[in-house]
């Protein structure tokens, strides 16, 4: 699969490194609506791009994607309720994965799709979501397009284009770093504080890669380089923060709000968290890197 990966290098009398795409979990980052009319059987244009810059290769049947019709709930048709997505396989870092509804009549769509799924039909009114299995097999939601129990009409607002969600390809900002379930926040209310650009109908020119600017620093130091990390995850409440220097560390739930906080100081930490089952993200002052933290 194609992907764009900004890479910057440094060089010092003292390191020698490099700064590569991190982000906090796989989040959407393309979703394409279009009905193309003029074939007989008519064909759709309606695909969603995933994105994993997390820095390690995912395990993609921990994932699941979702779709609301008409403001129904997820997974309902009106009638009965249908199963969502499994995805398959794994997703190295940097790449993408692309699932289509079928018979898009674009070859390109066509050659860069790892997935069709019947129920991608969606017309600028059927909300999208990105799940992931908690560690218990539950999965949870992470990331979405629309609003699953709200029916707008015929579509939403992105950014500027009053109908962003009918007839246009959404493309995920490259400052992006983090999956949301706060549709409003990505949604925005004008083009410069939207998490996307809207581009024409139809536009398929970005399908399959994604430019990612959020950076964490690797590479060999010749005094010493700390990489933050925490383990065990999940665990229950009770773990470890190895922090490169002293900071404060935010603890934000899955729609974005800020539930706790702690200090850390450089080294190994032993940190204690009474929050409720599920899965939030750490965020250090330093804001090199988010982690994810299932609570058991």
Not at 21 to 33: G, R
Not at 86 to 102: C, D, F, M, Q, S
Not at 135 to 145: R, S
Request: contains cysteine; charged residues 20%.
């Amino acid at each position: 699969m194609k992907f764009k990966n900004l890479l910057l290098l440094f060089v010092s009398a003292m390191t020698f490194g490099a700064l590569q795409a991190q982000t906090s979990d796989l989040f959407i980052s393309e979703y394409c609506e279009w009905n193309h009319k003029a074939t007989d059987p008519q064909t759709f244009n309606h695909y969603i791009e995933i994105y994993n810059g997390t820095g390690q290769t995912v395990d993609m049947t921990k994932y699941q994607l979702w779709r609301a019709q008409n403001g129904q709930g997820w997974n309902f048709d009106g009638v009965t309720n249908f199963d969502p997505l499994t995805l398959k396989g794994t997703l190295e870092n940097g790449k993408t994965y692309v699932i289509a509804r079928p018979a898009s009549d674009n070859i390109t769509i066509a050659s860069d799709t790892a997935q069709t799924w019947s129920h991608l039909n969606i017309s600028g009114d059927d909300a999208i979501g990105l799940a992931e299995d908690d560690g218990t097999g539950n999965f949870v939601l992470i990331d979405v397009i629309g609003e699953p129990d709200n029916d707008p009409g015929s579509y939403w607002p992105v950014g500027d284009s009053a109908n962003g969600t009918m007839n246009h390809t959404l493309v995920r900002k490259a400052s992006v770093c983090a999956p949301t379930t706060d549709w409003a926040k990505s949604a925005g209310t004008n083009a410069g504080n939207s998490e996307w650009i809207v581009h024409g109908e139809n536009d398929t020119s970005d399908i399959n890669q994604h430019t990612c600017d959020c950076f964490v620093e690797t590479g060999v130091n010749s005094v010493s380089i700390v990489k933050e990390r925490i383990y065990p995850t999940p665990s229950d409440g009770h773990f470890t923060y190895l922090s490169a220097k002293t900071q404060q560390v935010n603890v934000l739930d899955l729609t974005g709000k800020q539930v706790s906080s702690f200090k850390v100081n450089e080294g190994e930490n032993t940190i204690t968290l009474s929050l409720k089952p599920g899965m939030y993200f750490l965020m250090p002052q330093n804001k090199t890197k988010t982690f994810r933290l299932l609570i058991k």
